[in-house]
């Protein structure tokens, strides 16, 4: 643990400043753009599905393509981000994926679908990397998961924005104006973003005290790492391998939420925003718990190591219920069950999110981070097809639940099998 002098640490509690958290606002917003962005064709999915033709493994390809470019750009984005820092980096990306969200409202056929989600998943996959990076350049490692955790939150956010919005926008205009008006609109954000993101140490906004209270941790290099060069360790398989198995049943429940609850309790695209909105309130409550039980857990002395596993834990048996969810008779339970599920996940992934800072020097953090993210988009890529292939084949959700029900745990297993202490990697 690092050891900071006391007169520091008396000094900062009196009068530390909070600009910081402005800046954990200002990741909030963008993550309730990116996901009103990528869960807008999970809303419309009946509606476009019945105005295009759509069989159920065609949705499934618009899905995959996404994710095919999600993991590209993933990767892409974290060496980028680490190149140019978080604010370019994070501008970058978010006018991509807007460009590529705006087309949607101008395409006529899946495959012109399939290149304009791939040109949002291009961009979105921006997201996490800068976000991450900018958590990791504000924050001392004792705040990260609470941060983390609360600009995690927009997620759902987000998708509590979307069925609220979107079929208001959609009935009144047509689901093609959904794309461009909300596309328009989040603009604002990127000029709040460029205005008020600098550097701590650039930062005008920023007391000496909260400067002392965000460098507190021991300086560590800033030396960029080679991808190569991080593919031999077996820390950064930990975040990757984790990723991998989780990241696709987030997708599954953001791309197919709607209609497994349009399918089962036979709702249209009026009726099932509220449950979608009960759900996803469920989510956020779950996104900035798991952040603040481990946070909780180190400031009574626990170690990053074991607040993040037993909290990870902790979150993969709640997801396990999610598998009686089709079984279920009454809306309202299955939505709690469903609620639950995606609160565990979020919870269990802002943890998941901040052992790449625990483990890895700033300099490297965006590149794991990159890597991490591009084998959860391969995951989702192959759960988007064996999603498809199910629905179409047997018309049912009891395999899919299955699976989403177990990998969490398989999930804890592997991180920590391969990291059993996370320890840090300075020696790169």
Avoid at 48 to 73: N, R
Avoid at 253 to 260: E, G, Q, R, Y
Avoid at 313 to 331: E, G, K, R, S, W
Wanted: charged share 10%; aromatic share 14%; glycine share 10%.
């Amino acid at each position: 643990m690092a050891q900071i002098d006391p007169p520091a640490v008396a000094g900062a509690s009196a009068s530390v400043g909070r600009y910081r958290w402005v800046i954990c606002a200002l990741l909030f917003a963008a993550t309730a753009i990116n996901y009103v962005d990528r869960q807008m064709i999970g809303v419309l999915k009946p509606t476009i599905s019945a105005e295009l033709g759509w069989s159920e493994t065609t949705y499934a390809d618009v899905i995959f393509w996404f994710q095919a470019a999600y993991a590209i750009g993933y990767l892409s984005f974290g060496r980028i981000v680490d190149l140019v820092g978080a604010r370019l980096g994070y501008s970058i990306a978010f006018v991509i994926w807007t460009i590529g969200h705006t087309l949607c409202g101008f395409v006529g056929t899946a495959f012109q679908f399939s290149v304009a989600r791939f040109v949002l998943g291009i961009g979105e996959s921006g997201n996490f990397p800068a976000g991450l990076k900018a958590v990791t350049e504000w924050f001392p490692a004792r705040e990260r998961a609470l941060a983390t955790g609360v600009f995690n939150a927009g997620a759902n956010v987000g998708a509590v924005i979307t069925p609220l919005i979107v079929p208001a926008i959609t009935l009144a205009f047509g689901w093609r104006m959904a794309f461009i008006v909300t596309g328009v609109v989040s603009l604002v954000w990127l000029v709040a973003w460029v205005a008020l993101y600098r550097r701590p140490r650039e930062s005008r906004r920023v007391s000496a005290a909260e400067l002392a209270h965000i460098e507190s941790d021991p300086a560590d290099t800033v030396e960029r790492i080679g991808w190569l060069r991080l593919l031999g360790y077996r820390e950064t398989w930990a975040y990757a391998l984790g990723k991998f198995l989780i990241d696709p049943v987030w997708w599954l429940f953001l791309f197919w939420t709607p209609d497994f609850l349009a399918k089962t309790y036979h709702l249209d695209l009026v009726s099932f925003g509220p449950p979608l909105v009960v759900i996803y309130l469920i989510s956020d409550l779950g996104s900035v718990a798991g952040g603040w039980s481990s946070s909780r857990l180190m400031r009574r002395g626990f170690t990053a190591n074991a607040a993040r596993k037993w909290t990870m834990l902790v979150c993969a048996f709640l997801v396990t219920p999610i598998f009686f969810a089709q079984y279920v008779d009454n809306l309202w339970l299955a939505v709690a069950i469903v609620g639950l599920a995606t609160a565990a996940h979020q919870a269990f992934s802002a943890n998941l999110y901040t052992i790449p800072s625990d483990m890895f020097p700033r300099g490297a953090v965006g590149s794991v981070v990159g890597i991490g993210g591009t084998m959860g988009a391969i995951g989702g890529m192959m759960m988007a097809k064996f999603t498809g292939y199910i629905l179409q084949t047997t018309g049912s959700y009891s395999i899919i639940f299955a699976v989403a029900g177990s990998v969490y745990l398989i999930a804890v297993a592997v991180v920590h099998l391969l990291s059993p202490r996370l320890a840090r990697v300075d020696a790169l």
